[in-house]
Structures are given as C-alpha cells and as structure tokens.
C-alpha cells in the first residue's frame, strides 16, 4: 500500500495504520492524530524531538548556585560566625 503525504488522522485509523504513521512521520515530519476532530497527539521523529527539546547544560555542580537558588533570600542573614578568633583543627584523628 502505497503511503499517502498525510499530516493528520483519526485516531481509529492511525491505530488500524500506526506503522504507515511512523514512517510519515520519519520521512515527511510530524502526523497529528485528532480524537472527535479535535487533536490531542502528534507523532515526531526522533531527531525532529530532540530539536525541539530543550539543551541540558553540562554545568558543574556549585554550592554556591546550590545556595542561591535558595528560595529563602534571608537566609545569608541568619547564618553568622561565632565572634573570636579560629581554632585549630586537628583532621589526623
């Protein structure tokens, strides 16, 4: 059966015809299936899904974003240092 330039199906019959809807959507671009003439789903290459999704930064891990995306800006004034000078730690033990 020949595959026709489709964009759109019912959803009955993209069930009936689900791998000519794949191979649509891989060659042509996105098929839109509709459920009572109102469309609810649309099938996408892979390719065409990654372009579309949005770019996960490779970012390093930072206390210091960790602590700024802190919902609670007051924090900074709750935490204080214990007045006097610092003691010596010993971390061999």
């Given at each position: 059966?020949?595959?026709?330039?489709?964009?759109?199906?019912?959803?009955?019959?993209?069930?009936?015809?689900?791998?000519?809807?794949?191979?649509?959507?891989?060659?042509?671009?996105?098929?839109?299936?509709?459920?009572?003439?109102?469309?609810?789903?649309?099938?996408?290459?892979?390719?065409?899904?990654?372009?579309?999704?949005?770019?996960?930064?490779k970012?390093?891990?930072?206390?210091?974003?960790a602590?700024?995306?802190?919902?609670d800006?007051?924090?900074?004034?709750?935490?204080?240092?214990?007045?006097?000078?610092?003691?010596?730690?010993?971390?061999?033990?």
């Amino acid at each position: 059966m020949k595959a026709s330039a489709k964009a759109e199906w019912q959803l009955q019959e993209a069930k009936n015809r689900f791998s000519e809807v794949v191979n649509l959507a891989l060659t042509e671009g996105a098929q839109t299936i509709t459920r009572h003439g109102k469309p609810v789903v649309v099938v996408l290459s892979q390719e065409e899904f990654r372009n579309l999704a949005p770019k996960k930064e490779k970012k390093p891990w930072s206390l210091l974003d960790a602590l700024l995306a802190c919902p609670d800006k007051t924090l900074h004034k709750r935490i204080f240092r214990t007045p006097g000078t610092m003691r010596d730690v010993n971390f061999d033990e």
